[in-house]
């Protein structure tokens, strides 16, 4: 077939109702697990001034460097589309002075933008959920928010293994930082290409560069939890023992330092290896120096984003995918002169809750092939004759059962064959 014309832009994709069921469900099982944490959801522009992601994320990440969509607008103004919810969030929360001795805390669903390279899992616009827990400092507060993004995954029935790091203070990592210079310099040379490049800028980026070489020459390397601060190491260490308590199981992985600046001590992530290359499905950490680089009062801050598509996939694999709803009901008009009291009839069993499809007017051979496309529970056609009093027939379309009486019965005849009346 040749190509249309007019195509979507790469790694951008197109949801159809067989495929946006699936994720209502999902968003609505997320909604119910978050009133219970009771987070409330923001909702931020997707468009922001290129400045503030450039500050919140950091200038020498992959994100801002190579993956933003930025243009500017008709004022001239260099604008990005969002490629990731936390910097809005806390620009939105610091503008609007929420944070003031009090602790929100946040959820959003959304589009997020990065030109990185198409491949399965991994597009150009893609959707997260979010949440932000801010004002809480202690280690409580990972671990509930651990228990929170752990819930969620437990309540789209996938599952997935959690680990987790410290990445200390920015002091701390400053030192560890010069200390991992030493021992990668000598071995630039083999390192990949990404890695020679950002070796200077972003040496911790090394640590989780999925290149083999890479990952061997990682192996050697000293550790980021030999030289944390006495704070944050104690911080780490209640954490695991609350993720204890709690029986949630985790594994420290020393080369989980994310693609992000912004975090400070506790990160994790939630991995599959069900996905190919593009495993993780949620991610996040706690990010105590964001709010203030931005302007904000002194804020600590955690939060993480599950990826929608990435999960959905787990999703579909894991547990096949959620069967789609069917019509109750089709009617068909076969005249002008039915179509009145067919829509009437329609509206009526639509008003009490009835999942209903109506077509026409056309042929009996017509209807019935439309009747059989909608794969709806029950069929009825109507006529002149049975406007006038023939009785009308109801018929099941995989199965047997029928009823037939006079068109004004038709709902009792479909409470008779089982047919729900929910907001009856
Ligand atoms: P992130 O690790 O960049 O973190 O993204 C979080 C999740 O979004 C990933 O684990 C993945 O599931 C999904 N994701 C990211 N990029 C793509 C892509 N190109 N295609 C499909 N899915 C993708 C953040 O965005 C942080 N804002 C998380 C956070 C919130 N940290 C603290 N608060």
């Not at 500017?72 to 809005?88: I, K, W, Y």
């Not at 059989?372 to 023939?390: F, K, N, P």
Request: proline fraction near 6%; glycine fraction near 8%.
């Amino acid at each position: 077939m040749a190509k249309p014309v007019l195509q979507a832009v790469r790694g951008m994709n197109d949801l159809f109702p067989e495929d946006t069921f699936s994720w209502q469900l999902l968003e609505e099982q997320f909604r119910e697990v978050l009133a219970c944490y009771d987070v409330g959801e923001i909702r931020v522009p997707l468009v922001e001034h290129t400045d503030l992601f450039a500050r919140a994320i950091g200038d020498v990440t992959d994100i801002v460097q190579k993956e933003m969509y930025t243009f500017p607008d008709r004022n001239g103004e260099s604008l990005t589309l969002r490629p990731e919810g936390t910097a809005g969030v806390v620009r939105a929360l610091v503008e609007h002075g929420s944070l003031r001795g009090k602790t929100p805390r946040v959820y959003y669903m959304g589009p997020m933008f990065r030109h990185e390279r198409p491949q399965k899992g991994r597009y150009r616009q893609f959707h997260q959920l979010g949440v932000e827990y801010l004002g809480m400092g202690q280690a409580a507060a990972d671990a509930e928010i651990i228990a929170l993004s752990a819930r969620l995954l437990k309540s789209a029935s996938v599952s997935a293994d959690l680990q987790i790091n410290s990445l200390g203070t920015p002091a701390s990592r400053a030192s560890y930082r010069e200390i991992l210079l030493a021992y990668l310099r000598p071995q630039a040379e083999s390192l990949c290409a990404d890695c020679q490049s950002r070796l200077e800028r972003n040496p911790l980026r090394v640590l989780d560069c999925k290149v083999e070489n890479c990952q061997q020459i990682s192996t050697g390397a000293p550790r980021l939890s030999d030289h944390l601060d006495p704070e944050s190491e104690q911080h780490f260490l209640q954490l695991q023992h609350l993720l204890d308590a709690l029986q949630i199981p985790y594994t420290v992985n020393p080369a989980l330092v994310r693609g992000l600046d912004y975090y400070h001590r506790t990160v994790f992530e939630w991995v599959t290896g069900a996905l190919g290359s593009q495993g993780t499905v949620l991610a996040g950490g706690r990010y105590d120096g964001l709010v203030a680089q931005l302007g904000g009062p002194d804020t600590p801050a955690i939060g993480f984003a599950l990826g929608m598509e990435r999960l959905l996939a787990l999703q579909a694999l894991q547990n096949g995918m959620a069967p789609l709803p069917v019509p109750d009901l089709f009617m068909g008009a076969l005249e002008e002169e039915s179509v009145a009291s067919l829509l009437q009839m329609a509206e009526d069993l639509r008003s009490r809750g009835v999942r209903t499809v109506t077509a026409g007017p056309a042929g009996f051979r017509a209807l019935l092939r439309q009747a059989e496309r909608s794969a709806s529970r029950y069929q009825v056609l109507l006529g002149r004759s049975q406007l006038q009093g023939d009785t009308v027939l109801l018929k099941e379309q995989l199965g047997n059962r029928q009823w037939e009486g006079p068109w004004r019965d038709l709902p009792s005849g479909l409470a008779a064959l089982g047919v729900d009346f929910p907001n009856a």
